[in-house]
Nanobody
Framework: VQLRAFGGGLAQAGGYLRLSCAASGRTFPRYVMGWFRQAPGQEREFVSAIRWSGGYTYYADSVKGRFTISRDNAKNTVYLQMNSLKPEDTGVYYC?????????????????WGQGTQLTVSS
């Protein structure tokens, strides 16, 4: 499966932005899509994930209540709506996929990765 993330850019604190991740190629009947981010000099961290079938969602505490993950089955696309942005949300955002239905937040559990899209939030 190939993943392509897009939609990043520059936003002001308190603003909003939506990221998209389109999946193509071979897909699986049961899989989980996730979003991770990495700030300069820091490790990649979990942001949110969604089980493709059923739509169960999972969020990191740092984004809960501000970010919303969703998916469009027909378009094989997952979205990350980001509201009330903060400067600490700045980083490269990656979408990832893993087979199965267990929703987890560890990067090592995801086998497929997109190329990343940069988000910069100014104060």
């Amino acid at each position: 499966v190939q993943l392509r993330a897009f939609g990043g850019g520059l936003a002001q604190a308190g603003g909003y932005l939506r990221l998209s991740c389109a999946a193509s190629g071979r897909t699986f009947p049961r899989y989980v899509m996730g979003w991770f981010r990495q700030a300069p000099g820091q490790e990649r961290e979990f942001v949110s994930a969604i089980r493709w079938s059923g739509g169960y969602t999972y969020y990191a505490d740092s984004v809960k209540g501000r970010f919303t993950i969703s998916r469009d089955n027909a378009k094989n696309t997952v979205y990350l709506q980001m509201n009330s942005l903060k400067p600490e949300d700045t980083g490269v955002y990656y979408c990832a996929a893993r087979r199965g239905e267990v929703v987890v937040g560890t990067p090592e559990s995801y086998a497929y990765w997109g190329q990343g899209t940069q988000l910069t939030v100014s104060s």
